[in-house]
Structures are given as C-alpha cells and as structure tokens.
C-alpha cells in the first residue's frame, strides 16, 4: 500500500481492508448475539457509512433484519461544521423497534447525538449506534456507541466510505493524513 494525495494532502495507510473485514464480522456476530429473536432496522447514515453498512448488514445473515437510509452532512474539508444538516428523511415507522444506526464515524458527536434525539422521537423499542470509527478525543457530546469497529486518535482519516470533499470514498484501506507533510 502506498501513499495517497487528494486536494494536495498527502495520506498515508492506517487500516487495511483485511483487518477491516475481521472486526466488521466480530462486530455482525456482537449484533448477531445481541439481537436474537428481534427484527432490527438498521438505518445507514449516507454518504459515508455505505461501504460499512453493507458489509455490517451482511455480517448479520443470522437475524431477521431490514436496512433503510437516511442522509447527513456535517463536514466541510477535514473538519465539522457543528451543524447536522438532514438531507434525506426516514420514511419507515421505527414505533417499538430495535434501531441499529450504522454511522462510518463519530468524531464530535453532534451528529449521532441530533439523530439518536430525532429517532427518539418516533418511539422506537431501543436505539443502538455502530460505527466504524470512533474518535473519542473530539467527543463534545454525551454520547457512547454500542459496537465501535475502532477507537483512533483524533486524526483525519479517508477511505472505505470516509471522504475530503467528496474523494477518496472509494478507497478500499483507511489512510491518515500525514502530519507536517
Ligand atoms: P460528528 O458529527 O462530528 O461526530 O461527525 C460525524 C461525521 O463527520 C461523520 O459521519 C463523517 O462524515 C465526518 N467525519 C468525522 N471525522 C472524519 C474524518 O476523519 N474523515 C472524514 N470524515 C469525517
Ligand atoms: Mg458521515
């Protein structure tokens, strides 16, 4: 694996998409465990969580589950704006269900803390949060995901669904922005 430039910014690689898949199936057989006899709605948090939730999603092949999608946008370059912008709205009945938010990653929290507040909402049964990434050090909400894939530094990360400005999504391995490169 080598060294990738988006924007000017060098990344180098941090995760590769083998140890990606490891966790990703511990975590399927956490919610696997967790989940018995339920009917979970996951609910992707588009764009970013979409490489993610589909290999998550098919890591839960022994419950009965569905998968919907909403989207949201808080960053703008390699940094959060603070404001959770709804694009996409829900258009499932979510009463007495067991939710799972599949999110790529939570960095300030603001985003999974609003959504968990809008979900509440429409009264659901439970409300779980997985993310990929959890980057605890820029935590500014009371917020705790239930299945974390990893917990990093705070450090700017893209691939495997994380973008800057929009590239990079389609990288198959997480890379970190180089510091002082
Ligand atoms: P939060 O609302 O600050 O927790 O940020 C959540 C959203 O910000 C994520 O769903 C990502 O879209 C984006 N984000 C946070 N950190 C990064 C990063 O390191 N790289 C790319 N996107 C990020
Ligand atoms: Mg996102």
Do not use: W
């Not at 390699?78 to 979510?94: A, F, P, W």
């Not at 700017?156 to 391995?173: K, P, S, V």
Request: proline share 4%; aromatic share 8%.
């Amino acid at each position: 694996m080598k060294e990738v430039t988006y924007e000017g910014l060098t990344f180098e690689p941090y995760i590769t998409r083998e140890t990606i898949d490891a966790r990703v199936k511990e975590l399927g057989k956490e919610i696997v465990r967790d989940c018995a006899g339920k009917t979970p709605l996951f609910i992707c948090v588009l764009n970013g969580a979409f490489p993610f939730a589909s290999d998550l999603f098919r890591a839960c092949e022994d419950i009965d589950a569905e998968i919907a999608f909403i989207r949201l946008k808080s960053y703008e370059g390699t940094g959060s704006t603070g404001v959770v912008k709804e694009m996409l709205g829900l258009s499932e009945n979510i009463e007495g269900r067991t939710v799972i938010v599949i999110e790529d990653i939570v960095d300030t929290g603001h985003t999974i803390a609003r959504l968990t507040e809008t979900l509440q909402a429409k009264n659901p049964a439970d409300i779980k949060v997985a993310t990929l990434l959890f980057k605890p050090e820029a935590l500014e909400e009371d917020v705790k995901p239930d299945y974390v894939g990893f917990v990093i530094p705070k450090k700017f990360i893209i691939g495997f669904g994380l973008d800057l400005n929009g590239r990079a999504r389609n990288l198959n391995d997480i890379y970190v922005l180089k510091e002082n490169a």
